[in-house]
Nanobody, 119 residues
Framework: QVQLVESGGGLVQPGGSLRLSCAASGSAFSINVMKWYRQAAGKERELVAAITSGGRTNYADSVKGRFTISMDNAKNKVYLQMGSLNPEDTAVYYC?????????????WGQGTQVTVSS
């Protein structure tokens, strides 16, 4: 099983930037897709950005042009560079991975990291 550990959350002022990291660890696996989700208080979890092992990316409309997802395949790490942050970006951010172990596809979630945008 793959374990995911996020880091980089915190408190940032409106207009500021923050970089989230997620490290995947385990044995005998290969990443297919890694994603960042977020869940604000009282709201459903939503997909923020996704990246395939081949580097294809996808973003929610609300973060296009402000957030950038990237992946270090060698280190099994995914990053979310967030810019021009506003209070509506306040949420717990979760890392998610779809990965192969042998020929079977599995999914794994991180524990989440809090991002708070406030003055």
């Amino acid at each position: 099983q793959v374990q995911l550990v996020e880091s980089g959350g915190g408190l940032v002022q409106p207009g500021g930037s923050l970089r989230l990291s997620c490290a995947a660890s385990g044995s005998a696996f290969s990443i297919n897709v890694m994603k960042w989700y977020r869940q604000a208080a009282g709201k459903e979890r939503e997909l923020v950005a996704a990246i395939t092992s081949g580097g294809r990316t996808n973003y929610a409309d609300s973060v296009k042009g402000r957030f950038t997802i990237s992946m270090d395949n060698a280190k099994n790490k995914v990053y979310l560079q967030m810019g021009s942050l506003n209070p509506e970006d306040t949420a717990v951010y979760y890392c998610n991975a779809d990965y192969y172990s042998g020929v079977l596809l599995y999914g794994s979630w991180g524990q989440g990291t809090q991002v708070t945008v406030s003055s």
